[in-house]
């Protein structure tokens, strides 16, 4: 049997198949030209420490002003000094939102889903939730697999761990909806394969994804550069700053009739995430754009805009087929269009829907609410003593 003491033995002998095996990857050449940025080995001036070296390289400090946002060579395992404190302060704004789905109250709800809505409210319920699930597994593998690992500051990447998290969370959200509410898991789960209006947002998400979730990307090449900026202006601005802000909308227009109240409230929870993974987002691309020679190609940010909208649009018209009390298809489509405007002016882009006008001028108030009047109070009060910015 192997005690953890087989492994402290300095004397074990590993078999010589295994020698062999290891002796030979190391004499054989390597086929591709390892990444520039492995942590530790490399010095601020970005060349590669030789034998004797070590000690020398590993005395001298981390000049803040070398670090970058992707393509850096300063050792990624030091936190500070900081280059980006605005990093650093995005985590510990994300901790003030510390709430788990258990802590509210979906009682209410259950009764309201079977007694109250109607067979157009179900469906608009439904399908709201169907495509949020998806869409957050989408958002935590993004940040997650395809983006994390190409940031070359430590400050940054201790966020987006903190988003990892977060997506994972609202994903137990929406399930805990789902099995709270007796919904049909498999039937739900599997409306964004069979309900084309979800499926093409989806996909289109995952295109990004797929186009930089790449082991052969290489990050210090100009059309590389330019579709991974392509890509985390999606994330931000559309996918978070759009789609999920718009997103939550249907629900709250519940909230304000007095239904699904507790539905809505773990929405609020999760719409403050994601604008401060929407406001990271924006930040950080911003900050990519400033420390690279970039000449982004306007362009394809105009077919991303294009897209969303159309993808937006029909996925309205489905999940709206009816309009309910205070909620229409095209109220939702025109506000996609004004929130856009609002994303693209935060990225010093030019409006994409000029003329667009606020159709629900609720969102904002219901994004900023500060729960001051349920059990939540005291807990996110205590929570948010430091004060968020919404903006
Ligand atoms: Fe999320
Ligand atoms: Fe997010």
């Known amino acids: 049997m192997l005690t953890w003491d087989a492994f402290s033995e300095p004397d074990v002998q590993l078999p010589a198949d295994v020698i062999a095996a290891e002796s030979s990857e190391d004499s054989s050449p390597d086929p591709k030209p390892r990444r520039k940025k492995e942590a530790g080995q490399e010095g601020r001036t970005g060349q590669k420490r030789q034998t004797g070296q070590v000690e020398e390289q590993t ?17 990624i395992n030091q936190l500070a000094p900081f280059k980006y404190p605005w990093a650093w302060k995005y985590f510990l704004n994300a901790n003030k939102n510390h709430w788990t789905p258990l802590d509210i109250n979906m009682s209410q709800d259950v009764y309201d889903y079977k007694h109250k809505l109607t067979d157009t409210e179900k469906h608009l319920y439904e399908n709201v939730l169907a495509y949020l699930t998806t869409s957050d597994i989408l958002a935590m593998r993004n940040i997650g697999l395809a983006v994390m690992e190409k940031m ?29 509410l007796g919904l049909d898991q498999g039937e739900i789960y599997n409306r964004y394969r069979m309900v084309p209006a ?18 052969d990307i290489d990050l210090n090449d100009p059309d590389e550069l330019n579709n ?6 999606f994330f931000a601005a559309v996918f978070e700053g759009c789609w999920f802000y718009n997103g939550f909308s249907p629900i709250f227009s519940f909230q304000r ?19 401060l993974h929407c406001g990271f987002g924006i930040r950080t691309v911003s900050q990519i754009i400033m420390e690279n020679d970039i000449k982004l190609d306007l362009s394809a940010i105009r077919e991303m805009w294009d897209e969303a909208e ?21 109220s939702h489509i025109e506000h996609f269009r004004f929130i856009a405007n609002r994303r693209a002016k935060q990225l ?44």
């Open 257 to 275: 009739r007095g239904l699904m109240k507790g539905t809505a409230e773990q929405l609020q929870y999760i719409m403050r995430d994601e604008v």
């Open 152 to 180: 070359t500051a430590p400050e940054l990447q201790i966020y987006q761990a903190r988003q990892v998290y977060e997506e994972a969370l609202h994903t137990w959200t929406y399930q805990h909806c789902i099995e709270t």
């Open 59 to 75: 005395a001298q400090p981390i000049r803040p002003e070398d670090k970058r946002v992707i393509n850096g060579l300063t050792d």
């Open 348 to 391: 010093g882009f030019e409006a994409p829907f000029p003329g667009a006008q606020c159709a629900l001028p609720w969102l904002d108030e219901q994004a900023n609410i500060r729960k001051e009047k349920n059990f939540f109070e005291t807990r996110v009060t205590e929570y948010q003593a430091g004060g968020l910015n919404w903006d």
């Open 198 to 215: 979800i499926n093409q947002k989806i996909q289109i998400a995952n295109t990004r994804i797929s186009s930089i979730l790449r082991t």
């Open 228 to 233: 991974f900026i392509v890509a985390y202006v």
């Open 310 to 330: 159309a993808a937006e649009a029909d996925y309205a018209r489905y999940i709206l087929r009816d309009p309910v009390l205070g909620y229409s298809a095209e």
